[in-house]
Protein backbone atom coordinates (compact mmCIF):
# COMPACT_ATOMS: atom_id res chain seq x y z
CA UNK A 1 0.00 0.00 0.00
CA UNK A 2 1.62 3.42 -0.84
CA UNK A 3 1.62 6.60 1.18
CA UNK A 4 -1.31 8.05 -0.91
CA UNK A 5 -3.44 4.78 -0.03
CA UNK A 6 -2.61 4.79 3.44
CA UNK A 7 -3.99 8.79 4.03
CA UNK A 8 -6.87 8.21 2.04
CA UNK A 9 -7.65 5.48 4.39
CA UNK A 10 -6.79 7.25 7.59
CA UNK A 11 -9.36 10.14 6.86
CA UNK A 12 -11.88 8.08 5.67
CA UNK A 13 -11.42 6.37 8.97
CA UNK A 14 -11.39 9.66 10.85
CA UNK A 15 -14.58 10.54 9.19
CA UNK A 16 -16.16 7.06 10.16
CA UNK A 17 -14.72 7.45 13.82
CA UNK A 18 -16.91 10.86 13.93
CA UNK A 19 -20.12 9.51 12.86
CA UNK A 20 -19.82 6.74 15.03
CA UNK A 21 -18.93 9.08 18.52
CA UNK A 22 -21.97 11.55 16.94
CA UNK A 23 -24.58 8.64 17.13
CA UNK A 24 -23.44 7.24 20.32
CA UNK A 25 -23.60 10.85 22.10
CA UNK A 26 -27.18 11.01 20.38
CA UNK A 27 -28.46 7.98 21.67
CA UNK A 28 -26.83 8.44 25.36
CA UNK A 29 -28.74 11.85 25.02
CA UNK A 30 -31.67 10.16 24.43
CA UNK A 31 -31.66 7.52 27.22
CA UNK A 32 -31.44 10.30 29.77
CA UNK A 33 -34.12 12.22 28.48
CA UNK A 34 -32.29 15.61 29.20
CA UNK A 35 -29.29 17.52 28.30
CA UNK A 36 -27.36 20.81 27.68
CA UNK A 37 -26.18 21.40 24.25
CA UNK A 38 -22.78 23.86 24.19
CA UNK A 39 -21.10 24.19 20.51
CA UNK A 40 -17.75 25.69 19.16
CA UNK A 41 -15.47 25.66 16.34
CA UNK A 42 -12.55 27.54 15.40
CA UNK A 43 -11.92 28.65 12.39
CA UNK A 44 -7.70 29.16 10.54
CA UNK A 45 -7.68 32.38 8.37
CA UNK A 46 -4.11 31.74 7.50
CA UNK A 47 -1.61 30.29 11.23
CA UNK A 48 -3.95 32.99 12.61
CA UNK A 49 -7.44 30.66 14.63
CA UNK A 50 -10.77 32.19 15.49
CA UNK A 51 -12.16 30.27 18.46
CA UNK A 52 -15.61 30.88 19.09
CA UNK A 53 -18.42 28.77 21.21
CA UNK A 54 -21.69 29.12 22.86
CA UNK A 55 -19.84 29.02 26.51
CA UNK A 56 -15.78 29.00 27.76
CA UNK A 57 -15.73 25.42 28.07
CA UNK A 58 -17.28 25.06 24.56
CA UNK A 59 -14.28 27.30 23.39
CA UNK A 60 -11.62 25.83 25.19
CA UNK A 61 -12.28 22.41 23.97
CA UNK A 62 -12.70 23.46 20.44
CA UNK A 63 -9.21 25.05 20.67
CA UNK A 64 -7.59 22.03 21.89
CA UNK A 65 -9.30 20.00 19.74
CA UNK A 66 -7.61 22.57 16.92
CA UNK A 67 -4.44 22.23 18.20
CA UNK A 68 -4.72 18.40 18.10
CA UNK A 69 -5.95 18.30 14.46
CA UNK A 70 -3.27 20.88 13.49
CA UNK A 71 -0.80 18.55 15.15
CA UNK A 72 -1.70 15.53 13.33
CA UNK A 73 -1.64 17.31 10.15
CA UNK A 74 1.66 18.06 10.36
CA UNK A 75 2.11 14.94 11.49
CA UNK A 76 0.47 13.52 8.64
CA UNK A 77 2.19 15.87 5.75
CA UNK A 78 5.80 14.94 6.94
CA UNK A 79 4.48 10.97 6.53
CA UNK A 80 3.04 11.78 2.97
CA UNK A 81 6.33 13.58 2.02
CA UNK A 82 8.64 10.86 3.25
CA UNK A 83 10.50 12.74 6.08
Same mark, same amino acid.
Given at each position: ?????????? @?? &?? #??? =?? +?? %??? *? /???? !? $???????? @?? &?? #??? =?? +?? %??? *? /???? !? $?????????????????????????
Amino acid at each position: MDKGSALILG @GM &GL #ILV =GF +IL %IFI *G /TLLL !A $AHGEGEVE @GG &GV #IMI =GP +IP %IVF *G /TSRG !A $ATFAMILALILMGAWIILSLIARGD
